[in-house]
């Protein structure tokens, strides 16, 4: 009985080990609204899990607090990722550590391209991610914006200045194909997307994850989940995750809507 209940609490210690990131009844004040109240996640390697919910019903303060948001003031719980609290570390330090967010609105830069900021970026990747010049850089640019069906002399442009929507959206998707995060935390990246587009991210997205990066999506739409190879879908309302199961809950979204999980 001893050995058995050793070997539990090893293969325990294995389970807890292999989460990328972990949620503890995280509570998040933004001024002196509570819009977080108590949220609980685990997210696997290579898996990609859904958000869900109504506007005003936490999700991108999910996302920002997980990013470290300056706005975010977390009031109780913990954010584990890769076996470490966050607790107190600024952006920038969780991006070193591979934490990526891709904007619901990504902002127009005058003045700064694509390709400098991903090569200053990329050398914080390590050795394994980072590029020998400029023009390495942009050749891996010019592959990946194929990919994506981008433009490639958008990267020597000012970041995100008159870009289309959908142009803006695949510009994120393009920075997170350069720096390969191990998680991202994408945003609506689904919004203003045509539907040849909206596969074309999808199948990126996909290709991430096969290759062990983590992904959570909030979205408000059924449409991108039919594209993805999804690990689970949660539903949050005021504050909290109120259910989580697989793809075909969305379904039950799209008849019912939110109210059913109330």
Known sequence: MALLEKAGVFCYSVRIMSKLLTIRDLQVDIGDANILRGVDMDISPGEIHIVMGPNGSGKSTLANAIMGHYACDIRGGEIIFDGQNLSGRKPEERSDLGIFLAFQSPR???????????????????????????????????????????????????????????????????????????????????SGLDIDSLKTISRQINEFAGEGGSALIITHYQRIVEYLDVGAVHVMLEGKIVRSGNKDMVGLIEEKGYRNFT
């Open 108 to 190: 127009e830069i005058q003045g700064i391209q694509a390709d400098e900021v991903l090569f200053e970026a990329s050398k914080k990747r390590g050795p394994c991610r980072s590029y020998a010049s400029v023009f390495e850089l942009r050749e891996e640019l010019a592959r990946q914006a194929s990919a994506l069906q981008l433009n490639a002399d958008l990267v020597s442009r000012s970041l995100n200045v008159g870009f289309s929507g959908g142009e803006k959206k695949k510009m994120e998707m393009l920075q997170l194909s350069i720096l390969k995060p191990r998680l991202a935390l994408l945003d609506e990246i689904d």
